[in-house]
């Protein structure tokens, strides 16, 4: 199992690239804070985060701060592994989660903390927060309401 | 397909295959040029008839590239990139080309050498350092998704909301290998069971090892010229009665982009109004099987039953000979042969169909066939349909 505490950021794998449209992004996840990307102009919100609104193509945004809570639209268990170094993590759980307050917006994530089959679409979850290095940390979720010694 | 200019009405003249699923030793350009000068043969035409060509490959200047080491100094050339789907769009393009009358003879290549060079990685999708696609794809990759993940993340959506289940996803593989059977090129030709796919392990859940395609070497190549030009050839000339692409999505999984709904939904009634027919009117479909999960969402999406309804219709032989919708009758992706982009044997065999030259698993009279292909991560769909006699 996968708990938020342990790191599994495979070392053959790029870190990301941020750029003016993703840095903020980023930011927030140092800071470990859940937002999403918002178009100014619209209200229309999108992930992952890009440089121009897909409904209405105005180039302005803003950084929707969100409660870290959600739910899991699908997910899949990953039992074999694409990198050499995931071989040691599989099976985990990649999930696309509805964060709560994200207007629709989904992100791919994993969901610790639990027994992969414990996971359902429709589950009820919350952010956790791993810390990859001084400016990166990765949001992951777990099932809402465990007790952190409950990992 | 129209418009045409004056009477101008695009075919498919010849078809060919590589050898395949097994090719050490060739290189990915020698796939390319054995399906080449088969599809021309079996045409009756020659490399000196070919003023287009049209190719997809996954570097810059790809069909440049390829058209080069053919000998070709084509005046028109395509390398339009749809993933899987490439060849549908390809040759919908070529069709256009000689019915505007700027191509004559357009050549379409596929080649690929993916087995021997990767080996038989199941589950791939990304490479480690330096490898992986940037951008968007980093969204994914970084929390482990795979290429079987993001397919497997729509067949549990589609569970979820239609109750399809994992006997349904896993009969489409068993019907792919009853047609397989009598492939004998085919990569797997053994029988296999409901039972035997849901035992296979678990990829990436809920698709079993059985529920994702093979990785093979291979190719194929068509030739696309007026019916005009066909009339003295040596085959008969199958029609190009209409076409049509759509995407929705590369790697975005926001709300736009819902996982149930591929971009077949877009180009299959773009397609049948070109060439003004109905699906209820297909004899024989040839649609992308990368996984089980693609099959039951094509289905649905190009009209062959409502939304939420492919599982029943996949079901029980439903795609199988004298089922509800003979389908891969090559054997597909799923058994056949699956090099990475497999729209090239989508058409091939189509075209088989029509001809009346699909041996064991010829549908008796076919007159009306789709190709379909599905690119990325259900991001392309790319509808053919073809006739055996003209619109």
Redesign the interface.
């Known amino acids: 199992m996968v708990g938020d505490t342990e790191r599994w950021f495979p070392d053959d794998m790029p870190p990301p690239a941020a750029n003016a449209e993703t840095a903020g992004w980023w930011e927030a996840c140092a800071a470990h804070r859940l937002v999403v990307q918002r178009c100014t102009a619209c209200g229309a919100t999108r992930h992952p985060p890009g440089p121009v609104c897909p409904r209405c193509r105005v180039t302005t945004a803003e950084w929707a701060e969100l409660p870290g809570t959600g739910t899991v639209y699908t997910f899949t268990v990953v039992r074999q592994a694409f990198l050499p170094s995931l071989a040691q993590t599989v099976p985990y759980v990649v999930a696309a989660v509805e964060p709560d307050g994200g207007g629709g917006a989904r992100m791919v994530s994993n969901v610790v903390g639990c027994d992969p089959e414990e996971v359902s679409v429709g589950m009820e979850v919350e952010v956790v927060w791993e810390d990859m290095g001084p400016e990166l940390a990765l949001p992951r979720f777990r099932p809402r309401g465990r007790l952190e010694g409950d990992r | 397909m129209s418009p045409a200019r004056a009477g101008r009405r695009a075919v498919i003249a010849g078809v060919a295959t590589s050898d395949y699923p097994h090719l050490p030793g060739m290189s990915e350009h020698a796939v390319h040029a054995e399906a080449a000068g088969r599809a021309l043969a079996d045409a009756g035409l020659e490399y000196g008839d070919v003023d287009g060509f049209a190719t997809a490959g996954f570097f810059p200047m790809y069909a440049v590239g390829v058209a080069e080491y053919l000998g070709l100094h084509p005046t028109y050339f395509d390398e339009t990139h749809a993933g899987g789907a490439s060849f549908e769009v390809l040759v919908e393009h070529a069709a256009y080309a000689v019915e505007a009358g700027i191509a004559e003879v357009v050549l379409v290549t596929y080649g690929s050498v993916q087995l021997s060079q990767m080996g038989r990685?199941?589950?791939?999708?990304?490479g480690?350092?330096?490898g992986?696609a940037?951008?968007?794809a980093?969204?994914?990759?970084?929390?482990?998704?795979?290429?079987?993940?993001s397919y497997?993340?729509?067949a549990?959506?589609h569970m979820?909301e239609y109750k399809t289940t994992p006997e349904q996803l896993a009969s489409v593989a068993v019907t792919m290998r009853d047609h397989a059977a009598h492939n004998p090129q085919a990569q797997y030709r053994d029988a296999i069971t409901v039972d035997d796919v849901l035992s296979s392990?678990?990829?990436?859940?809920?698709?079993h090892k059985l529920d994702c395609c093979v990785i093979s070497d291979g190719g194929g190549a068509c030739v696309v010229t007026t019916a005009e030009r066909a009339a003295d050839l040596r085959k008969p000339a199958v029609h190009i009665l209409g076409g049509a692409h759509a995407t929705t999505h590369h790697?975005?999984?926001?709300?736009?982009a819902d996982?149930t709904v591929s971009p077949a939904a877009q180009s299959g009634p773009l397609a049948f109004e070109r060439a003004g027919i109905t699906p209820a009117e297909v004899d024989v479909a040839q649609l992308y099987d990368s996984f089980t999960i693609t099959v039951v969402l094509t289905v649905e999406d190009l009209g062959f039953c409502a939304k939420g309804e492919g599982g029943a219709f996949v079901e029980d032989g439903g795609l199988g000979l004298g089922g509800r919708l003979p389908t891969n009758t090559d054997g597909g992706g799923l058994s056949a042969c699956h090099p990475g982009m497999r729209g090239m044997f989508l058409i091939v065999e189509a075209v088989r169909q029509l001809r009346g030259e699909a041996g064991e698993t010829q549908v008796p009279g076919a007159r009306l066939a789709v190709a379909h292909g599905t690119g990325g991560m259900l991001s392309t769909g790319a509808t053919l349909v073809l006739g055996k006699e003209a619109p």
Not at chain 2, 121 to 126: F, I
Not at chain 2, 138 to 149: C, F, K, R, S
Not at chain 2, 201 to 207: E, F, H, M, S, T
Not at chain 2, 251 to 256: E, F, I, K, R, V
Request: hydrophobic share 40%; net charge positive.
């Open positions: 990685r199941l589950g791939t999708g990304g480690g350092r330096g992986m940037p951008g968007p980093i969204y994914d990759a970084l929390w482990g998704n795979t290429l079987v993940g497997a993340l729509a549990r959506r979820h392990r678990l990829v990436a859940d809920p698709l790697m975005n999984l926001s709300a736009d996982l």
